[in-house]
């Protein structure tokens, strides 16, 4: 059941025999000892010009882009594309400049004057769970769409449903590690993009490609097929498939 409202959604249980949602890509830079930032979860350039252009163009070519609210309080990043070209080539498509941007953010902690809801043009959707407070819920609706999906965290399955539902059919995870772990753990991941970049980062506690409680019994473990291996920069691109 879809219940509608002005400028807000509440997803209850959706009936649905096969799961239909967006086909869903993750892309990461992270060092060669798989930490995607540092220990004080500070944003660290792994990757270089090339890779950089490489996103854009994966950016350009997405209907949404999604990240969690751990990604938005550590990097703050508008997550537009960079490149006019590419927005120029979007726009003769009849489409927005920016894809649609998503933030995973359970208790409505983006805050008002962060660079995804104030940088460039293009939609934008903030995913709240039941968690969230009312008045923070009101002040993003100010600057965005809020869909009001699950009780605990946001229901990801929901929310994927919805965005193919707006016509979001291509979407790009752009971190981080806990978000791309439920994603990955429930089976809502696609593919894999990593860039592995010629540094270590090391700490115990730095995030890593992938966080979140992890798997324990190898049955459970998420198997990958590598589809392309290409040096890039200083570093390597791998594309991951990530078998059912
Ligand atoms: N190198 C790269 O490519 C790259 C890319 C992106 C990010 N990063 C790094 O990754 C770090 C941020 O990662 P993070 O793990 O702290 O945060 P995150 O994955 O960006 O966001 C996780 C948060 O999303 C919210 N959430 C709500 N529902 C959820 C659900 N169903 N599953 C998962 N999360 C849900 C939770 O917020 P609540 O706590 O409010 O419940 C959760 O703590 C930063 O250090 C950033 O620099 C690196």
């Not at 509440?10 to 890509?25: A, L, N, Q, Y």
């Not at 009001?148 to 707006?166: A, D, M, P, S, T």
């Amino acid at each position: 059941m879809i219940l509608g409202g002005t400028g807000k959604v509440e997803v209850g249980k959706i009936m649905r025999k096969t799961m239909v949602r967006p086909f869903v890509f993750i892309n990461a830079a992270m060092s060669a000892d798989g930490k995607i930032s540092t220990v004080e979860r500070r944003q660290t350039r792994i990757s270089g010009e090339r890779d950089f252009d490489r996103v854009d163009s994966l950016r350009a070519e997405c209907d949404a882009i999604m990240v969690g609210i751990g990604t938005i309080l550590a990097d703050n990043p508008s997550l537009t594309v960079k490149s006019e070209k590419r927005r120029e080539e979007r726009r003769k498509a009849r489409k927005e400049e920016n894809p649609l941007r998503i933030v995973v953010d359970n208790k409505a902690r983006t805050p008002v004057d962060s660079e995804i809801l104030n940088k460039g043009e293009g939609k934008r959707i903030i995913a709240v769970s039941k968690q969230a407070i009312v008045e923070d819920v009101e002040r993003l609706g100010e600057k965005a769409e809020i869909l009001i999906c699950g009780k605990e965290e946001v229901n990801l399955r929901n929310l994927l449903y919805l965005l193919w539902q707006r016509g979001v059919s291509r979407l790009m995870v752009e971190g981080g590690a806990t978000l791309n772990w439920s994603l990955i753990s429930q089976g809502l991941v696609d593919e894999i993009y990593t860039y592995v970049g010629n540094m270590i980062i090391g700490g115990e506690n730095a995030p890593t490609l992938v966080d979140g409680r992890g798997f324990v019994v190898e049955d459970a473990m998420v198997k990958l097929e590598l589809l392309s291996a290409e040096k890039m920069d200083e570093g390597i691109l791998l594309r991951w498939h990530v078998s059912k």
